[in-house]
Nanobody, 121 residues
């Protein structure tokens, strides 16, 4: 399975960005897709995850009400709509799959390359 993340950029606080993650390869075996982020000097942390089959989402408390994860099965793509961005959301964002919806990044088998999100104050 290969994952390609995109959509990062520089945005002012309060602004929005939409990240995309396209999956290719042996995607029929994928159960879920997760988004994680890692700021400089910090551990990689869970942001959101979604089941491919049902679309049921899961969120970290820090992003609930601001971020929305969704998927387009026909395009093998998962999106992360990020609204009301804060400077503390600044990080490299990664998509990952085959982690059984775990919030532990070590559980995920396949990773995208990451996309930088920078929120200025």
């Amino acid at each position: 399975v290969q994952l390609q993340a995109s959509g990062g950029g520089l945005v002012q606080a309060g602004g929005s960005l939409r990240l995309s993650c396209v999956a290719s390869g042996r995607t029929y075996s994928s159960y879920d897709m997760g988004w994680f982020r890692q700021a400089p000097g910090k551990e990689r942390e869970f942001v959101a995850a979604i089941l491919w089959s049902t679309g049921i989402p899961y969120y970290a408390d820090s992003v609930k009400g601001r971020f929305t994860i969704s998927r387009d099965n026909a395009k093998n793509t998962v999106y992360l709509q990020m609204n009301s961005l804060k400077p503390e959301d600044t990080a490299v964002y990664y998509c990952a799959t085959e982690g059984r919806l775990s919030q532990q990044h070590q559980m995920y088998k396949y990773w995208g390359q990451g996309t930088q999100v920078t929120v200025s104050s």
